[in-house]
């Protein structure tokens, strides 16, 4: 089985970070492949990154040479999943979702600790739209930027474990969800100090990945993830397989010709003068 784990930034290091991540996770015989998208931003941290990315990830995927049987699409928050969904019968998992459903296994509440605050209302808008909101205890922003988790992993932990502590003391929370891709391997060490069971995205990803291939599951194309429709396509920036083209209209009939112009009446002599 090969899951292709694509991340929606460009920083080839956390591709690395999120690959290892989904490794340790996988099952033995389970390939991970992490991808890093050709083009777009080092890092996701509001809505025009996040769509740049959705389209920046089809990209990479259609583009990759091998087969495959599933795809993670690691990033927390909107980035067009139901696009690739469109592109592919195998089954695509977004770590949002995968964490949100997983962590409400383990407790009656969960509560995701982001990057920085901006990102919330989109993930907040993305567990709505999954149906995942209702058993949602809040959403807390650790103030520390996605590059930052790399540049200063000691202080990403401390940001974490603060905001962990008052999800579960204020705001009831008995399960954290990790809200980044950047955030990969962190949950043990927040774990530990909260005492309550932290859901990495990227490895509950893999193991419902697996579990979809293992059960012979693919994405559904009656209705809503059906094959995109033939279009006329201007300026399609994804360098893969193309998009249905469009049929040529058929031929019409000519159209009438407006009679031609008239030139204008000429002054009458009197009105000459």
Known sequence: MRILVANVNTTQSMTDSIAAQARAAAAPGTEIVGITPRFGADSCEGNFESYLAAIAVMDAVVNYPEPFDAVI??????????????LLDVPVV????????????????YSVVTTLDRAVPLIEDRLKLAGLEARCASVRASGMAVLELEEHPDRAV???????????LQDKAEVIVLGC??????????????????????????????????????TS????????????????????????AAQPPAAQPPAAQPPAAQPPAQQSAEAAH
């Open 181 to 218: 891709g950047g955030m990969a391997g962190l949950d043990e060490q927040v774990r530990q100090r909260t005492g309550v069971p932290v859901v990495d995205g990227v490895a509950a990803a893999v193991t419902i990945a697996e579990s979809l291939v293992r059960l012979g599951l693919t």
């Open 221 to 244: 194309k009656v209705r809503t993830y059906a094959t995109p429709r033939p279009k006329t396509v201007i300026g399609w920036p994804i360098t893969g397989a193309q998009p249905p």
């Open 94 to 109: 977004d770590i949002t979702e995968a964490a949100a459903s997983t962590a409400m296994f383990l407790g009656h509440k």
């Open 73 to 86: 699409q690691a990033g927390y928050g909107e980035h067009g999943r139901e696009g690739l969904q469109e």
């Open 158 to 168: 401390e940001a974490i474990v603060g905001q962990a502590e008052q999800a579960v």
